[in-house]
């Protein structure tokens, strides 16, 4: 079970998202786009966190009804044998969810949402330098499409051998430099 601290955060994370649900319903505020558009980047922020937290209690419930299940079939041990895999199941479904939760509630990098420019230039080592990069302009870009980011070549310089001797990429979409910030110094092929 949580930490009586994180129930109380989380059902304030809560409430503060259905206010913002209702406010922006309220007319005064969808006349003023600024004003919307505030509120909607705020609520979208916990959005996750409130959708995780319903799955988290709806979880315990389901976990509660399937112990109770798991008492009342001692003697039928089929049944015993079943509501025990789903308690399993669902205790660890459920610790998975509280983990997600404790994440979700750390403090944000106000950078997070942000887009990045990627820069890629090979390094010494010639020709292979250069494919190494190139493999590396493939990477991040199919990583980045994985993520549903948007992918823009900005500069290129090919290599006469295959590959980049530098490219710049601009990649963008949600939370970008939250999955992106730590990628940078030198990467190596040997």
Known sequence: MAEAYLIEKLNSVEQTFQELTRRMGDPDVAS????????AKSRSSLEETVNTYGDWKATGEELAGAREIYKEASSDPEMKEMAGLEVAELEEKLAALEA?????????????????MLEIRAGTGGDEASIWAGDLVRLYSRYAETQGW??????ESSADMGGFKEAILEIAGDRVYSQLKFEAGVHRVQ
């Open 100 to 116: 997600r939760l404790k994440v979700l509630l750390l403090p944000r990098d106000p950078n997070d949402d942000k887009n990045i």
């Open 32 to 39: 003023d786009p600024d004003e919307f558009q505030r509120i």
């Open 150 to 155: 948007k992918v823009k070549l900005l500069s």
